[in-house]
């Protein structure tokens, strides 16, 4: 299972381990139940302060836990957490094994003091790179709280139980027996979602800051360049921020951020936050961004009202609110988000195996997810509004020499269709014909483009009739003070490295704005 160059990896990291912890087998004859056996065997020769122990009792066959010899602190795992819950794995072993963990104090202690009793459970694909987040964060609260308890659960290897539950994104996540959430989350999320009192304490928290003279809205790489920037002059910086990473969170694969020749999204993500956290910023993550009210003259601050109802204020501001996926508009689409109409080849593709699904869009995104989706599902039919495939030409011919892909353009999606539950298929025009045709399938995925989180602030600055924040080649917008940068902007290609490069320039801008004030307004506005 594990090659000699991961064996000698996890053996360093399991040095860390203080207390003795058992991996607690249930298996039964089959070869996935084979292939956990040698794993954790592997996994137990590694340190002397890890053992195996056969035990059958759980009712998921194959699953393990992990847990702290001679007590109940312990996570599950139902599957084989490799690909991206490798790291999943390697956490819950330091973790469980006595090893802290590097979250905030402050966190920690709020996870500690919940009252209640937990029982999460969290389906996942091994290819999905939101899911780690959720595991590892609901992991780390079932070894901090002896009231919480936790079952990572491979959607792929228990079908039916995922049929049965009706789930169809990852991850999903159970509590108590019921529907707690989907999507990506972070512990300090989760904790708030259950916390009754948490976002109120982060509102009266976040009245009680200073004003900034560089406020950051967004924490994607844009936001992240221009706070280090920012903070690089010595000038009091600040970053609010709906989720620190931004859309990078959802991308799975970044080749071409030159230097790096390759990295995954959420990994690129922690390293934009640890980066910034290297330097003197107010990070205030989990919060979204309502209203923007312009300063009344130069020089004074502008205001950001929050939806908490909490404000920020700043001398200048770095609208840095990034972009999100587009959808189709059409009807039975909301309804059936997440019953069958999804966003993320990557992490929900897994959970339609052998199934019919369909992509709408022919740009790179929508070709490179019915190459990927092609191996998994039984058929692919991929549907273009253009009359021909916009990707890449490498991309067209791989996607062409696929048999079980069926290419359909000069169509435009007119309505999903479902039995109430899920997915049952879709209508689109021929908008050469003007002929109206059904398809019958399980799963749509959309890969349309995106669109710009602007619409807090109409009326604020100009927009483009897109929606984008209207910039010069400085970052400036049509209001002194307030800068921009990024995919919520004009500027003509939405790509990480240029997102970092506009958010610089913003930065820098917005320092050489502060110093060119007059010195005699500065001090009326301080005062």
Not at 462 to 488: H, M, N, Y
């Amino acid at each position: 299972m594990l090659d000699a160059n991961l064996k000698g990896q996890l053996k360093s990291y399991m040095a860390n381990i203080t207390q003795p912890i058992e991996l607690v087998a249930s298996l039964d004859d089959g070869a996935k139940s084979r292939e956990l056996e040698t794993l954790l065997n592997e996994i137990a020769e590694l340190s002397d302060k890890v053992s195996v122990v056969r035990a059958d009792d759980d009712k998921r066959k194959p699953s393990f836990m992990i847990r702290r010899t001679g007590t109940d602190i312990g996570v599950r795992f139902a599957g084989i957490p490799m690909g991206h819950e490798f790291t999943s794995l390697v956490l819950a072993l330091l973790q469980v094994g006595g090893h802290p963990s590097k979250a905030a104090q402050e966190l920690i202690q709020q996870v500690k003091d919940l009252d209640g009793d937990y029982a999460f459970e969290t389906y996942f694909s091994l290819s999905c790179q939101n899911c780690p987040d959720v595991v590892q964060a609901l992991n780390l609260m079932s070894v901090l709280n002896p009231r919480i308890s936790h079952v990572a659960i491979d959607g792929a290897l228990f079908q039916d139980e995922v049929d049965a539950r009706k789930v169809m994104a990852v991850p999903t996540v159970f509590l108590n027996g019921e529907p707690f959430g989907q999507g990506r989350m972070e512990l300090e999320q989760i904790v708030a979602k259950i916390d009754s009192g948490a976002e109120a304490r982060a509102a009266e928290k976040i009245r009680k800051q200073e004003p900034f003279e560089v406020l950051v809205v967004g924490g994607g790489p844009a936001g992240a360049a221009a706070a280090i920037y920012a903070a690089r002059k010595g000038i009091r910086t600040g970053v609010a921020a709906e989720r620190f990473g931004g859309q990078v969170l959802d991308t799975m694969d970044i080749e071409n951020f030159i230097s790096v020749q390759r990295t995954e999204g959420p990994k690129f993500a922690t390293a934009l936050e640890q980066h910034v956290k290297d330097y003197d910023v107010e990070i205030m993550n989990l919060q979204k961004a309502a209203k923007l009210i312009p300063a009344r003259q130069e020089g004074g601050y502008h205001e950001v009202v929050l939806e908490n109802g909490a404000s920020l204020k700043g001398r200048t501001v770095i609208l840095s609110t990034g972009a999100r996926w587009r959808q189709m508009g059409v009807p039975g689409e909301d309804e059936y988000r997440n019953k069958g109409v999804a966003y993320c080849p990557h992490c929900d593709g897994p959970l339609f195996k052998g199934k019919r699904v369909a992509v709408i869009g022919g740009g790179n995104s929508g070709v490179e997810a019915a190459i990927d989706l092609a191996g998994i599902v039984a058929h692919v039919t991929l549907i273009e509004f253009d009359s021909q495939l916009r990707a890449d030409a490498v991309l067209q011919r791989k996607l062409a020499s696929l048999p079980n892909v069926k290419i359909i353009t000069s169509a435009l999606t007119t309505q999903v269709h479902g039995n109430g539950e899920k997915v049952t298929g879709l209508s689109y025009k021929d908008r050469n014909h003007g002929t109206e045709h059904d398809i019958e399938l399980e799963g749509i995925f959309v890969q349309i483009g995106l669109v710009p989180n602007t619409e807090w602030l109409k009326d604020a600055v100009a927009l483009s009739p897109r929606g984008e924040v209207e910039i010069d080649a400085r970052g400036e917008t049509s209001q002194p003070g307030v800068f921009a940068a990024g995919d919520c902007t004009t500027v003509p290609y939405k790509q990480i490295v240029i997102a970092c490069g506009a958010g610089a320039t913003a930065a820098l801008s917005a320092f050489d704005y502060l110093i060119r004030l007059p010195a005699s307004e500065e001090a009326a506005q301080a005062a």
